[in-house]
């Protein structure tokens, strides 16, 4: 695992992040390597996550591209380029279920 993904699941786990899941999509998306979900149990905690997050990888040398939905807090994208951190309450990121998308091949076209 790369130095920034350590920093990433470090952060996470500093605030208790829920159920972290690594996924590697290098086969999946040419616009990323890895997908990172992890829950959290409020918009507050959610929030506080993808701050601490943003704040311990800047420390350590890592800078965020963009963060999207820190206002309302459900579901906080966090894009490191190679990397794309989604923090998301449960009831989201069951409703979603990121995992199971991105765990799909895509289908082939008949030619």
Known sequence: MSDLNNAIIEALENLK?????T?????L???MDTLIIVSGTSN?????????????????????NGIEGMEAGDWVLVDYIDTVVHV????TRAYYELE????????????
């Open 29 to 31: 998306s040419d616009v």
């Open 88 to 91: 998301m309450q449960e009831e």
């Open 44 to 64: 507050r905690h959610t929030r506080s996550l993808a701050e601490n997050l943003v704040e311990e990888t800047k420390a350590k040398g890592f800078r965020a």
């Open 23 to 27: 996924l590697d999509v290098r086969e």
């Open 100 to 111: 199971k998308l991105w765990s799909l091949k895509p289908a082939s076209r008949a030619e």
């Open 17 to 21: 992040g829920k159920n972290i899941v």
